[in-house]
Structure formats: C-alpha cells, structure tokens
C-alpha cells in the first residue's frame, strides 16, 4: 500500500527546543515536499526536494531546515522553534499527479 | 507572486443539494487544476482534476468546470451526503515537468447537514 508516514502525529514544544519532523514514503518518488496548513491560509510549501541530496525553498522556508540523504526519507527540522511555527504539517511525495500527503504533525510551540 | 483565491471559506448545505466551489488563480500559464478533499485527522487527497484543454469533467456525483479565459474553475458536489463534509482545497499548477510547484486555494469547509 502508498503510505506516506509522518511522525509524531501531535507534539507540543517550548520555544528555543529543536526538534524533527520525520517523513517516509514507500513510493520510490523522487518528489518530496513539506507544507504547512493555517486557517485561512490554505497549504503553503516549506521546502521541496526534487532528488536526493537536491532540496529547495519553497514559499515560506524561514526557521526551518531539511536534508534528502536517502530518498525514501524527507525530515523536517525546526532549529529554534517559535510560537508562529505552530501548525499543522504536511509532508508529500508524488511523481506527477496526484501528490499524495502524509496524515499531519500538529505542531504547538509556546 | 502567482496565488489562487477561493471562496466561500464555510459552506454549510442540506443532505441532497448541491454546493459549489469557486477559485481563481493569477498565473495565465497554469494549466492543471486539481481538487483535494481533506477529512478530519486525514491529509489532503486529490478527488478530480482538469487540465487546460478540457472545459469540464465529471466523475460521479463531482464535476469540475474552467474558464480560462476568466481564471477561474469550480468544483461542483450535486446530492450531497454527509461524508461529504470535509475541508476541500483548490490549486493550480504549470504542467510543464511533473515537478511544477502547486499553489492552493485557502480551502472550503464543507457542512452537510443530515
């Protein structure tokens, strides 16, 4: 079955406390992305990775970092979260249509 | 910079009608229009989409329309049941390599009242 598989589902932080979001598909895309979802504000993209080692910003990269080593694997980093990274996030793969999305991290940061 | 606007942001019907969805977007070279469907606790999943060269689709009870010269398409939901309650987004995208950049609309929250 296509999975994409983020974890943890819901993590509540402090301010300053790196922390990592995982994602891993079984897809064998080469096509990765991460988007975060506000309300009124739709699906904004973080940072892609069109291949291994190749990643780019998308819309609104600031405070958060990514890595491509492996291509089944696309992590999220938050180096020093902040309150206005609270969100719920989605990771996505896809070669073409459709892109398919991970179920979300809520991510609350205080 | 290119974006897509849909409206309404809340759509609340009753079991059997219909709603519709609309959404413009400000880039003239997008030419794939696809719809997803967000359920509780779920992320996004692509129900219909439309390429540039096609006035309308329908698949079941769901059907996409686009006016290009207008920028804008919508999505159509005719008998609505209450498993169509969901948060659906709209999006936009060149079609020029299968790695063409998505933009999304805010998203629609759907309510079918049983």
């Known amino acids: 079955e296509a999975q994409v598989t983020q974890n943890p589902r819901y993590l509540i932080t402090v301010t300053g406390k790196k922390l990592t979001v995982t994602c891993s598909q079984n897809?064998?895309?080469?096509?990765m992305s991460w988007y975060r979802q506000d309300p009124g504000l739709g699906l904004r993209q973080i940072y892609y990775?069109?291949?291994?080692?190749?990643?780019d910003k998308g819309d609104v990269p600031e405070g958060y970092k990514v890595s491509r080593k492996e291509k089944r694997n696309f992590p999220l980093i938050l180096e020093s979260p902040s309150p206005n990274q609270t969100s719920l996030y989605f990771c996505a793969t896809g070669e073409g249509s459709p892109l398919h999305f991970g179920n979300g991290t809520r991510l609350t940061v205080t | 910079g290119e974006n897509v606007e849909q409206h309404p942001s809340t759509l609340s019907v009753q079991e059997g009608d219909s709603a519709v969805i609309k959404c413009t977007y400000s880039?003239?070279?997008?030419?794939?229009f696809p719809w997803y469907k967000q359920e509780l606790g779920k992320g996004p999943q692509l129900i219909i989409d439309i390429r540039s060269n096609v006035g309308e689709k329908k698949d079941q009870r769901i059907a996409v329309t686009l006016n290009k010269t207008a920028k804008h398409f919508s999505l159509h939901i005719t008998e609505t049941q209450p498993e169509d309650s969901a948060v659906y987004f709209c999006?936009?995208?060149?079609?020029?390599?299968?790695?063409?950049?998505?933009?999304f609309g805010q998203g629609t929250t759907l309510q079918v009242k049983p």
């Open positions: 990775s069109m291949n291994v080692e190749v990643t």
């Open positions: 880039d003239s070279a997008s030419n794939y």
């Open positions: 999006a936009s995208r060149r079609w020029s390599s299968n790695t063409g950049k998505l933009i």
């Open positions: 897809m064998n895309h080469e096509y």
